[in-house]
């Protein structure tokens, strides 16, 4: 299986601040990979997939990059909706698997 | 606008076999190049994907979980559902369905992303 990490495993950060959250994978996975938002209770939202596309209807400040094996998801200006807990996936290889999550909480 | 609905008992005995659907509503199973895929959330913990199935019939399982795990799909009814055999307290979890969508941009480079989700359901093992 493709382990997937992720750091840090939370953060807190005031509103208007940029967030960066990392990913990175056991083995090159190209740019296969998804990142998604899970608030409280709800399901995981898909954000970005193949590494840096944006999902229709998700806001502009959520943007994803790299390939191989580091890869970057940033909000440019968090906003008190965007409290959550974020994760990435892989999609290059089966089992599909997920990091473990940074939980992202207002300062 | 595709909508997914898990359903099942909310409580299994140990050794039991734990059995959920997912009701698809707003479009059929049967078109498109879609996955209908099980994923599951132990209480504070991350996620795990457990397996999925094509419309076709085609399954892939998590091996963690593949002599337990049989998925299956009916397309009469639009559902797709999940059976968990021998369970135990460690399969308590929030179980969620999903579709995974196969985005063929450019040959051979395929995207596959879990666009749709059902709003989860909790199974407790638990005698």
């Known amino acids: 299986d493709i382990q997937m990490t992720q750091s840090p495993s939370s953060l807190s950060a005031s509103v208007g601040d940029r967030v960066t959250i990392t990913c990175q994978a056991s083995?090159?996975?190209?740019?296969?990979l998804n990142w998604y938002q899970q608030k409280p209770g709800k399901a995981p939202k898909l954000l970005i997939y193949d590494a840096s596309n944006l999902e229709t209807g998700v806001p502009s400040r959520f943007s994803g990059s790299g390939s191989g094996t580091d890869f970057t998801f940033t909000i440019s200006s968090l906003q008190p909706e965007d409290i959550a807990t974020y994760y990435c996936?892989?999609?290059?290889?089966?089992?599909?698997?997920f990091g473990p999550g940074t939980k992202v909480d207002i300062k | 606008q595709v909508q997914l609905q898990e359903s099942g008992p909310g409580l299994v005995k140990p050794s039991q076999t734990l059995s959920l659907t997912c009701t698809v509503s707003?479009?059929?199973?049967?078109?498109?190049?879609?996955?209908w895929s099980w994923i599951r959330q132990p209480a504070g913990k991350g996620l795990e994907w457990i397996g999925r199935i094509y419309t076709s019939g085609s399954t892939n399982y998590n091996p963690s979980l593949k002599s337990r795990v049989t998925i299956s799909v009916d397309t009469s009814k639009n559902q797709f559902s999940l059976k968990l055999s021998s369970v135990t307290a460690a399969d308590t979890a929030v179980y969620y369905c999903a579709r995974e969508t196969e985005d063929i941009v450019v040959v051979p480079a395929v995207d596959y992303y879990m666009d749709v989700w059902g709003k989860g359901t909790t199974v407790t093992v638990s005698s």
């Open positions: 707003g479009g059929s199973i049967s078109s498109g190049s879609y996955y």
């Open positions: 996936q892989q999609y290059d290889n089966l089992p599909r698997t």
């Open positions: 083995q090159d996975i190209s740019n296969y």
